[in-house]
């Protein structure tokens, strides 16, 4: 099974050139838009006029008839495949639609993270040779069309990557970054013969190769082996302080647009910078659980002893949730436990659960190992030694006391072992059965040619690059990466041992 890799470098276009970047973005997202909203008046029109009943506009790609001379002059000032792509963009998302895959493409927001997508026509990777040994030393960004031409964005490849048939160029709080997907250069077996090859264990060798996690608020993680994983101290510090910040910007966002309201004027460049302000606090503290995310899930996934993962198969978005308003029997607004709720959402948030999860997913598919969903039922009330459940076993928040059997714990980590064994066992009895994984190519229609999925975006054939830097911009800047740190993920099938282990 191949599988795709997604890289994001951090690159940095000059102020000119993100002028240019920004208004492509913007053309693009009028193309997208003006597709959605048009299939959607035609929609609610075949919905109403009796006359007509499945009457449907044509899902294709044509964005002429956006161009106007006198309404959207603005869009002849970018590069025709650009705003091609926004309707391309839209075509795939409908087309995922139907598949199942999506729901219906929506309307795109001026506001979080902007992007636009480049096919090959708009960019290249131009190889930079030394002159005097010949040796490769990075690669060349180049962007634009010969009438259009945006010139040489210079990024940072912090990993080895190939050269991918089409790129995204997007800023997120003032940065900006370079990403594109590939297919892995190694192959990693399917996830049903993982299944099978982990089957071949018994319940208690499996058990001990087994890493269960037990999400919380207190620790975000605790394991059955008896580990934890926690932010930093520094980073929770700064963490609480900028969400502290990013309130304040918030409330000084409101007076200046009250004044300006007041005022009967548009916002002015104050508002833009606090806007900016605010955005970039919002930011660390994503950026802090991403992390967390990553080194979790890549320390999981690649200790020796961990074979298959199981996590308790929680609803992370109705957790955290708004609560439904309420109203009493007299029809006043009743406590809904609102404000308890956004605590503990925002706790949970914090700790990253689903990142965290989706990583050690994708990751240990790569490492040719397995990441399987249980049941959370009562976890944190079974007992791990003889599998009593009982409310009174949980003592307190963190003390585990089995009423049946008196086994003493640490609650965080008896439910760690709880949901390994459950795992494993939901692996054994034939429970878990691999999802098929549904994919959706672009599709591309010549005259004459029936529509269907031709080829996907990432065609193999692509030229393979080995680079540590991008433009030369972080040579002997760029953290020299430590030795073996991008080679593929190498894994060894072993025989399940014949001799018992020692249960931990
Ligand atoms: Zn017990």
Redesign the pocket.
């Known amino acids: 099974m191949q599988v795709q890799t997604g890289f994001r470098f951090r690159c940095y276009p000059t102020s000119a050139q993100a002028q240019v970047l920004l208004r492509w973005m913007g053309c693009q997202r009028f193309i997208d838009n003006a597709k959605v909203t048009e299939d959607r008046y035609y929609r609610k029109f075949a919905r109403k006029a009796l006359g007509l009943p499945e009457q449907y506009p044509p899902v294709d790609q044509q964005y002429s008839r956006y161009i106007d001379q006198e309404l959207t002059p603005w869009l002849k000032d970018v590069p025709s495949q650009v705003l091609r792509n926004g309707a391309v963009r839209w075509r795939q998302a409908v087309a995922r639609y139907f598949q199942g895959l999506g729901g219906r493409p929506v309307i795109r927001k001026k506001i979080g993270r902007q992007a636009v997508w480049l096919t090959s026509e708009l960019f290249a990777f131009k190889p930079i040779v030394d002159t005097q040994t010949g040796e490769i030393l990075g690669n060349r960004l180049t962007v634009g069309t010969p009438k259009m031409a945006v010139g040489d964005i210079l990024f940072n490849a912090h990993r080895d990557y190939r050269i991918p048939n089409s790129i995204r160029i997007g800023v997120e709080a003032g940065k900006w970054f370079l990403s594109f997907s590939n297919e892995c250069l190694s192959q990693v077996p399917d996830e049903a013969e993982t299944v099978e090859w982990l089957r071949k264990f018994s319940e208690e060798e499996l058990r001990a190769r087994t890493f269960g996690g037990d999400r919380g608020v207190e620790i975000p993680l605790a394991g059955n082996h008896g580990e934890t994983f926690d932010f930093d101290p520094v980073q929770k510090a700064r963490m609480e302080k900028k969400a502290h910040q990013a309130k304040r910007y918030q409330r000084q966002m409101a007076r200046q647009r009250t004044q300006a309201v007041k005022e009967k004027r548009p916002s002015g460049a104050n508002y833009g910078k606090t806007k900016k302000r605010f955005a970039k606090s919002c930011q660390y503290g994503k950026n802090v659980r991403e992390d967390f995310a990553h080194k979790t899930s890549r320390a999981i996934v690649h200790h020796p002893d961990h074979l298959l993962m199981v996590y308790e198969d929680l609803n992370v978005k109705g957790m955290t949730k708004k609560p439904k308003a309420k109203k009493d029997e007299n029809g006043k607004w009743a406590k809904n436990q609102a404000a308890a709720k956004a605590g503990l959402s925002k706790k949970i948030l914090t700790a990253a659960w689903g990142k965290t999860v989706t990583f050690t997913k994708y990751k240990a598919i790569k490492a040719g190992k397995l990441c399987i969903p249980i049941n959370p039922y009562q976890t944190s009330q079974e007992?791990?030694?003889?599998?009593?459940i009982h409310p009174d076993?949980r003592v307190s928040q963190s003390e585990f006391v089995?009423?049946?059997?008196?086994?003493q714990d640490n609650a965080d980590h008896n439910a760690g072992r709880v949901i390994a064994r459950r795992g494993v066992r939901l692996l054994l009895s034939g429970g878990y059965a691999p999802k098929e994984v549904k994919r959706c190519g672009i599709f591309r229609r010549k005259a004459n040619e029936a529509i269907g999925p031709v080829r996907s975006e990432f065609t193999p054939g692509e030229s393979i690059v080995s680079r540590m830097a991008g433009n030369g911009r972080t040579q002997g800047t760029g953290h020299p990466l430590p030795e073996g740190r991008n080679q593929e993920i190498l894994f060894v099938r072993e025989e399940p041992p014949t001799t018992t282990v020692q249960m931990v």
């Not at 007992?383 to 009593?388: H, I, L, R, S, T």
């Not at 089995?402 to 086994?407: E, I, L, N, R, V």
């Open positions: 007992c791990a030694e003889c599998g009593y076993n089995c009423q049946a059997c008196g086994h």
